[in-house]
């Protein structure tokens, strides 16, 4: 860098160079940071930042990310025990959010403002400046023509410029005559200033959709929450499954609804015979309130049609059964009695369930296994799923007795269970067999540890709930931004000069030329336009053709 | 939600149609090319004796009446104002021909019009192909409609559709562009390509007629997929012209280094030059779509999932796309990135998309993979 300083300024002393003078590293410094500057701010850094964020963007799409699911992530890492963990060092799990990948955007950013500033400043000056002076020789634009208007129109050179330069004004031309009395009068014109304007337009407007990012990720927060037919729930902390918070989130700003699922319909193919079983319709009936003491609402909540609560916003995204069951203890009490969620695996709804009673006595009892809507037998005797609707529920479960390990105070995950410490009482490989529950039956576990029934079946949906106030923004700075775009593409920015002067014979002689700034296919046709207009206007002759 | 498979399975019988006579304007183009080496090289003598040797094939022609359209008449009737004016410039356009004529320095053999409008030249296999594209064009919206029929919504709900809508718009694009600009010299490419793209859909990836799974009905679905397509076939055009472009970009190479530039059929294209600013045209109007594509996406999302932007495998690869094509619409105005390298963009950026739609949407699983395979 040093050197390059060296070269640029022409300085003698080598910045890079420790050196005892105070003035010059000073001025190499900053001489270094222009020439950085200029370097960042340059077309060409801009298009290879692009092109490299392109590339970072890609290795999000091929390894698991943490951000969505944890899980397979770690599955990966214990699976790759070799290239894991460097993976994960490098961030390779954590894309979108790694140093790497922000620096590049950052410095794409950077770029773009420092691109975009001076430029904006010049064209404020460029919109209030005259139309360039005209070009001797008007034939070398890109398109030029030529034209006499007859002397019986009594035009004179002056008044032919007046009538042009009235003619371009009123198609949006900024226009200047110039040595109006002499015998060459001629008339500068420009238009198309907001071509430019779109572009700093889109160029700022993705600045906006950037900062919006950085406040949906700052100010919101983002939950699941699992409800059961019957439930309800209220959005406060202590009420979701899962939080996550932005990072400058307060608790202080939850909005105090309530919603409470009232019945949930699922609606599957019937007709088709090659589509039969796919999910046609989701409808949730809730409840709301918009706080603890305001009048119930009926509403109804489907896919792609959230419900609102002044800025949050609860959506469907999941639904699956919970089959209610009865556990008894050893003793006779009833240990459980309530839904249990069960985790939908395929389109046949064939879920798996775990079900945990802490309370029984006096061992703890839990189940692991599958529930499943329509039971039938497959070729080779196994149990399979064959529709979504309930039409032969099953529960297929093996039993477990023993601490759960639920009173350690250590988070557990319901959905899963820790078989180790527990001893097991039924099973497919163990001489009591698995249990088998049919709707309505009921199973006596051996050794009088207790019972299981199979109550009955609801239906739960699972719900996000959002509150991200950078949407909003996001939404005003990316139309803009397409705005700006269809401005800045489809604009065209020309300069048109046209001159005329005496012919002796007593004609008047029209010429004019027209040039594009940046790209412009439309040069062609605007400068036929032009032609037509002043033929019409002036009932001109092609000095090309007459005679 | 009433589906009527019969009218489903006459659908799939229309493609099936289609596809066959796409095959045969597939082969109409191909003679198309392979008959003008012939053709253009009688041109070329026939040429050469009117003009010397100058100028190469009978664009040589055409540029020869430019300069006597503008030039002579010029020259002619305006020597007293040049001659009173010389330093005003009131001038002829005499100093402009030289430049026309002489190509800014573009050794090209192409006999292609420079700005892609007809010529008067006669090319009946040519002509066949546009006339059969057409009529396969016919069939392939009778299958296109009578699916979305069928199905009582729009035709693009899993890969099948996408691909076989995809294909409709390419094709249809085409024909646009055709009433337009001499684009036939692209026909063999893109209708090679609308092939492949009925082909996959109806061997690998056929699916019978169904109703929308509820997380794809939405009025967006029709916005955002639609608008997709639409820059997609755009993108589709412009990926044959810049392959052609790289193409015609070596063989101008050669001819101006005096060698034999190969592959004469290529002389139907236009020069690479052209080629470029057209492409660019049309890369300028799909990436707007594109843009408004993704924007959509995020406003879809937004609605179904509760975020506008998650970095799933298809969000990031349409992003990714985005940026390629921001990258071609910059090299476009960075010294040194213009010409072959925005090519090499422009064609990178149409592999991300194919590889948006073939891989991302069978391998990858995100949120987006309801693509009904
Ligand atoms: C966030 C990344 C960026 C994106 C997505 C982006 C996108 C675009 C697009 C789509 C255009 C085409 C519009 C047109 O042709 O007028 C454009 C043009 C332009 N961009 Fe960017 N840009 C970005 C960053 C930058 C940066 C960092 C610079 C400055 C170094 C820059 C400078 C320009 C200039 C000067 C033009 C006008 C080109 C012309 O005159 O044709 N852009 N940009």
Redesign the pocket.
């Known amino acids: 860098m040093g050197n390059t300083v060296k070269d640029r300024t022409g300085q003698e002393q080598d910045s890079s160079k420790p050196s005892d003078d105070v003035t010059l590293p000073s001025l190499g410094f900053v001489g270094t940071l222009r020439f950085v500057w200029r370097q960042l701010?340059?077309?060409r850094?801009?298009l290879f930042?692009?092109l490299l964020l392109a590339v970072a963007s890609v290795p999000g799409s091929l390894f698991p990310q943490r951000p969505k699911n944890p899980a397979t992530v770690d599955q990966y890492i214990e699976d790759h025990p070799v290239a894991g963990p460097w993976l994960d060092r490098l961030q390779f799990f954590d894309v979108y959010s790694s140093v790497w990948f922000s620096a590049i955007y950052l410095l794409?950013?950077i770029?773009?403002v420092g691109?975009v500033i001076p430029?904006a400043a010049q064209h404020a000056k460029a919109m209030r400046s005259k139309p360039p002076r005209t070009p001797r020789r008007l034939s070398r634009l890109p398109e030029y023509g030529a034209m006499a208007i007859p002397a019986t129109a009594g035009m004179t050179p002056s008044s032919a410029i007046e009538d042009a330069a009235a003619l371009l004004k009123k198609r949006g031309y900024r226009v200047q005559v110039r040595d109006r009395d002499t015998a060459r009068p001629s008339v500068g014109a420009e238009r198309g200033f907001l071509k430019e304007v779109g572009?700093l337009l889109?160029?700022f407007a993705?600045i906006g959709v950037l900062i919006s990012f950085a406040v949906s990720g700052m100010f919101g927060y983002r939950g699941q929450k699992i409800l059961v037919e019957g439930g309800t729930f209220v959005n406060n902390l202590v009420s979701y499954d899962s939080f996550t918070p932005g990072t400058n989130f307060v608790t202080e700003w939850m909005d105090p609804f309530s919603i409470r699922l009232d019945d949930f319909s699922v609606t599957f193919e019937r007709q088709s015979k090659s589509n039969y079983g796919q999910p046609l319709d989701f409808t949730a009936e809730v409840t709301t309130k918009t706080a603890p003491d305001a009048q119930p609402r009926q509403q109804v909540l489907e896919v792609n049609d959230p419900l609102s609560f002044n800025a949050t916003n609860v959506y469907l995204v999941g639904n699956g059964y919970a089959p209610v069951v009865t556990v008894r203890d050893g003793q006779g009490n009833v240990a459980l009695s309530e839904p249990v969620v069960a985790q939908v695996q395929d389109a046949s709804y064939t879920s798996t369930i775990v079900i945990k009673a802490p309370d029984a006595q006096p061992s703890q009892l839990s189940f692991v296994g599958l529930f499943i809507p329509t039971a039938v037998t497959g070729p080779d005797g196994q149990t399979v799923a064959s529709d979504p609707d309930p039409l032969n529920p099953q529960l297929l479960l093996d039993s477990y007795y023993g601490d759960l390990g639920l009173d350690k105070g250590v988070p557990t995950n319901v959905y899963t269970l820790d078989t180790t410490g527990l001893t097991q009482l039924n099973g497919r490989k163990l001489d009591t067999g698995g249990i088998v529950l049919q709707a309505n039956e009921t199973y006596q576990l051996p050794e009088g540890k207790g019972s299981i029934t199979f109550e009955g079946l609801k239906r739960y949906i699972g719900v996000d709930i959002t509150h991200d106030p950078g949407k909003y923004g996001a939404l005003v700075f990316s139309s803009l931004a397409v705005l700006g775009?269809l401005m800045?593409?489809f604009i065209g920015r020309r300069r048109v000069w046209i001159r005329a002067g005496a012919h002796e014979d007593g004609r008047t002689m029209v010429e004019y030329g027209l040039l594009a700034r940046?790209?412009d296919y439309r040069l062609k046709g605007e400068g036929k336009a032009l032609r037509s207009l002043f033929d019409k206007k002036w009932l001109t002759t092609n000095p090309h053709k007459e005679q | 939600m009433g589906i009527n498979e019969a009218l489903g399975e006459y659908s799939e019988l229309f493609m099936l149609l289609a596809a066959l006579t796409y095959l045969i304007a597939f082969g109409a183009f191909g003679w198309d090319m392979a008959a003008s080496n012939r053709k253009l090289a009688a041109v070329n003598r026939r040429a050469g004796q009117q003009n010397g040797t100058t100028h190469p094939g009978p664009r040589s022609g055409s540029a020869g009446t430019v300069t006597a359209d503008m030039a002579d008449p010029v020259r002619a009737k305006a020597p007293a104002m040049a001659a009173r004016t010389s330093h005003e410039g009131l001038t002829g356009p005499g100093d402009r021909v030289a430049r026309v004529s002489g190509g800014g320095g573009n050794a090209s053999d192409s006999v292609a019009d420079e700005s892609l409008l007809y010529t008067a030249e006669r090319r009946t296999a040519a002509r066949i192909g546009v006339s059969v594209t057409a009529l396969a064009f016919t069939v392939h919206l009778a299958a296109v409609l009578s699916r979305g029929i069928a199905a009582g919504r729009v035709p693009w709900g899993n890969m099948y559709e996408f691909a076989t809508t995809g294909a409709l718009v390419v094709a249809g694009v085409f024909l646009l562009v055709l009433t337009r600009r001499d684009l036939r010299f692209l026909g063999t490419f893109v209708i090679g390509l609308v092939l492949i793209m009925l082909m996959a859909a109806t061997i690998g990836m056929p699916t019978p007629v169904g109703n929308l799974v509820p997380a794809l009905q939405s009025y967006w679905l029709i916005i955002h997929v639609s608008v997709a397509v639409i820059a997609s076939a755009l993108f589709t055009l412009t990926f044959a012209m810049s392959v052609l472009q790289l193409i015609q970009t070596r063989r101008e190479a050669a001819l101006a280094a005096g060698q034999a530039p190969g592959m004469a059929f290529m002389r139907r294209v236009p020069a690479a030059l052209s080629l470029e600013n057209l492409a660019y045209r049309i890369n300028a109007v799909a990436?707007v779509l594109w843009t408004f594509t993704l924007m959509a996406g995020a406003i879809w999302a937004e609605e179904a999932w509760g975020r506008y932007w998650g970095w799933d495998t298809k969000e990031v690869w349409t992003f990714v796309i985005w940026?390629v094509f921001?990258g071609y619409?910059?090299a476009?105005?960075t010294r040194g990135w213009t010409g072959t390298r925005a090519a090499w963009l422009c064609i990178t950026g149409y592999l991300c998309i194919i590889f948006n739609f073939a891989v991302v949407n069978t391998l990858f699983t995100g949120l987006h993979s309801y693509s009904g395979l």
């Open positions: 701010t340059s077309m850094t801009a930042l692009l794409l950013f770029s773009l691109c430029r572009n889109f160029h993705l775009l800045s593409l940046g790209e | 990436f940026v921001a619409l910059h476009r105005a």
